[in-house]
Nanobody
Framework: QVQLVESGGGLVQPGGSLRLSCAVS????????TGWYRQAPGKERELVVD???????VYGDSVKGRFTISRDNAKNAVNLQMNSLKPEDTGVYYC?????????WGQGTQVTVSS
């Protein structure tokens, strides 16, 4: 069974930084695409960034140059460093693992960017 647990969300002022972490249980992590998605109130869930098992990265257009993803296959973890945060980055951030045609999701962590 695959379980994902996110941490690191919170309230930050515009221009600030936050680091999100996701711990993944199960043996599939090192073989899986993993990444972060977010959902703002009243909007669809959207891609923030994905990373392949070998480190290829796909960023959403709105976060390029500001957010950085990293994965540690030895620790079954994926992290998201978010810099230069903007109010429009506000939302619930979800960790995702994709393997064998199945998406596995975490419970989400709230990120609020506000002065």
């Amino acid at each position: 069974q695959v379980q994902l647990v996110e941490s690191g969300g919170g309230l930050v002022q515009p221009g600030g930084s936050l680091r999100l972490s996701c711990a993944v249980s199960g043996r599939i992590f090192s073989m899986s695409w993993t990444g972060w998605y977010r959902q703002a109130p009243g909007k669809e869930r959207e891609l923030v960034v994905d990373i392949s098992p070998i480190g290829s990265i796909v960023y959403g257009d709105s976060v390029k140059g500001r957010f950085t993803i990293s994965r540690d296959n030895a620790k079954n973890a994926v992290n998201l460093q978010m810099n230069s945060l903007k109010p429009e980055d506000t939302g619930v951030y979800y960790c995702k693992v994709y393997y064998g045609g199945v998406n596995y999701w975490g419970q989400g962590t709230q990120v609020t960017v506000s002065s």
